[in-house]
C-alpha cells in the first residue's frame, strides 16, 4: 500500500521517507523492524540473568509505553512525510467531490444480544471490514502501534519471567501454566423431558516438575554479527546462515497436561480444580520420589 502512495505521490529529497535505510520506511517491513524504527535500541538487562548464564536483552519501559524524549512518532518523522500526510492526501477527492474512502480493517464493538440478568445489549470486539479516508486509517495505525509496543514489552517480559522459573524450579516446586476458563455445553447420558444442556467450566493448564539433565536435539543457524548504524547509535546485527542441528546436555522438566472441569462458573473455581489435581499429581510424585508431601509449592 505505501509503495502505490509514494509512486503517485514523489517526496523532496529532504523528506523522512527519502535515504538509505529510513526508518520511516523501513518500520513497515516486520514487526522487529517495527520496534527497531520507533525505540531505543534494545539493551542486555543484568538483573534478567538466567540460570544458564545468558541474559536477555530488552527495550526500555519508558520508550514502549510512549514517555521517552530520545525516540517515537515525532523522532521517526511521524506526520511529516507528503506522500503520506500531505495537504495533497487531505485534499484527495473523487469525481463527486466526495472524500476518497479505501477499505481497511478495525476492531468494532458487535451486538451479541441481551444479558438474561440486566436485559441490556452485550457487545464483544470483533475485526470487520470499514471504509475511511487515508488520514482516518493512519490515526488508527498510530493508536494501534502505541499499544503494540506496550503489549510487546509485557509479552518479552512475561516470557523472560517464565524462562527464569522454568530454569530454576526446584524438585519440590510445581509450575502451572493455564489459560482463560471456558464454558462449554454437554449432554447426559440420560436427560428428563424438555432437559435444557448442563454447562460447566473447563481450564487447560500444563504443570511442569521434576528437573533434570536429559540430552536433546536442538537446531542452530552459522551466524556472523554485523554493525547497523541507526542515527548515532551503533548496534549489532545477527546475519543467519546455514541450519545445524546439534546434540546438548539440557536441563528439562516433565509436563503433563491438566484439565479441569466445575459446575460453577469463574476462573476461581477453576483454579480451585487445577490445585487439586495439582496436589494428586505430586502426591503421586512424592510417593515416586519419597519426597514430603507437605513440601508442595505452586508457581502461578
Not at 513497515?28 to 525505540?39: H, K, Q, R
Request: aromatic share 8%.
Amino acid at each position: 500500500m505505501r509503495e502505490g502512495w509514494h509512486k503517485a505521490h514523489k517526496c523532496k529529497g529532504s523528506c523522512v521517507c527519502n535515504g538509505v535505510d529510513a526508518p520511516f520506511m523501513a518500520a513497515s517491513a516486520s514487526s522487529d523492524d517495527l520496534e527497531n524504527a520507533f525505540l531505543c535500541i534494545a539493551k542486555l538487562d543484568e538483573s534478567l540473568e538466567l540460570a544458564d548464564g545468558s541474559t536477555p536483552s530488552l527495550f526500555n519501559l519508558d520508550c514502549c509505553s510512549g514517555d521517552c524524549n530520545s525516540c517515537g512518532f515525532e523522532q521517526i518523522g511521524w506526520g511529516r512525510c507528503e506522500a503520506e500526510f500531505g495537504e495533497l492526501r487531505r485534499l484527495e477527492k473523487d469525481e463527486d467531490g466526495e472524500p476518497i474512502l479505501f477499505n481497511y480493517r478495525q476492531y468494532m464493538p458487535m451486538p451479541r444480544g441481551k444479558d438474561k440478568k440486566t436485559k441490556k445489549e452485550k457487545f464483544q470486539d470483533e475485526l470487520v471490514p470499514v471504509k475511511g479516508t487515508r488520514l482516518e486509517f493512519m490515526e488508527l495505525l498510530k493508536l494501534s502501534i502505541e499499544r503494540f509496543l506496550l503489549h510487546h514489552f509485557k509479552d518479552r517480559w512475561s516470557f523472560v519471567q517464565r524462562a527464569r522459573m522454568r530454569m530454576s524450579l526446584l524438585d519440590n516446586e510445581l509450575l502451572i501454566s493455564s489459560d482463560f476458563a471456558s464454558v462449554f455445553k454437554f449432554e447426559n447420558k440420560f436427560t428428563s423431558t424438555c432437559d435444557h444442556p448442563s454447562s460447566a467450566t473447563c481450564c487447560v493448564a500444563i504443570v511442569q516438575h521434576s528437573p533434570t539433565l536429559m540430552e536433546v536435539e536442538v537446531t542452530k543457524q552459522d551466524a556472523e554479527m554485523e554493525q547497523s548504524t541507526i542515527g548515532d547509535a551503533v548496534q549489532l546485527v545477527a546475519k543467519y546462515g546455514e541450519t545445524l542441528k546439534e546434540k546438548e546436555v539440557r536441563r528439562v522438566l516433565k509436563t503433563n497436561v491438566v484439565r479441569a472441569y466445575s459446575n460453577r462458573k469463574g476462573v476461581n473455581c477453576t483454579f480451585a480444580c487445577l490445585y487439586t489435581h495439582a496436589c494428586s499429581l505430586y502426591i503421586h510424585m512424592s510417593a515416586l520420589s519419597s519426597l514430603s508431601r507437605h513440601e508442595l509449592v505452586l508457581c502461578r
